[in-house]
């Protein structure tokens, strides 16, 4: 599961990142923030994550890999909820609750599959 999880949520965040660059900058109909500090971060996060997925033949590596992603994108989504122009990484800013809840989503999400769940999966196939 933790696999899947890597590949598909992965590949969708590298989607995301190329459809942001092909968009520029500013804001998508006023729902998403679009920048390309943003499109750049979330090609690196997400072929980190799909390249977990994809390639590592360790069980443990993807676990971290998605776990330790999840972390920081619930810790993107607190600091956005507060400081939306991320220190001034991000240059327009996050100016609608859709960009935070998405990060947040990605970040529970993903400290759940990582490192609640796979610990789980990997404990039941070594019993």
């Given at each position: 599961?933790?696999?899947?999880?890597?590949?598909v949520?992965?590949?969708?965040?590298?989607?995301?990142g190329?459809?942001?660059?092909?968009?520029?900058d500013?804001?998508?109909?006023?729902?998403?923030?679009?920048?390309?500090s943003?499109?750049?971060?979330?090609?690196?996060?997400?072929?980190?994550?799909a390249?977990?997925?994809?390639?590592a033949?360790?069980?443990?590596?993807?676990?971290?890999?998605v776990?330790?992603?999840?972390?920081?994108?619930?810790?993107?989504?607190v600091?956005?909820?507060?400081?939306?122009?991320?220190f001034?990484l991000?240059?327009?800013?996050?100016?609608t609750?859709?960009?935070n809840?998405?990060?947040?989503?990605?970040g529970?999400?993903g400290?759940?599959?990582g490192?609640?769940?796979?610990?789980?999966?990997?404990?039941?196939?070594?019993?």
């Open positions: 599961m933790v696999r899947l999880y890597a590949k949520v992965g590949v969708i965040i590298i989607l995301i190329i459809g942001g660059l092909l968009l520029g500013g804001s998508l109909y006023g729902v998403l923030n679009i920048d390309l943003e499109d750049a971060i979330h090609l690196v996060t997400g072929g980190a994550m390249a977990a997925g994809f390639f033949r360790d069980l443990r590596v993807v676990r971290n890999v776990g330790g992603l999840g972390v920081v994108y619930l810790v993107v989504g600091v956005g909820i507060f400081v939306p122009m991320l001034g991000i240059p327009s800013g996050y100016e609750v859709l960009d809840l998405i990060h947040l989503t990605l529970v999400l400290i759940l599959v490192f609640v769940l796979g610990t789980r999966t990997s404990q039941t196939s070594r019993a």
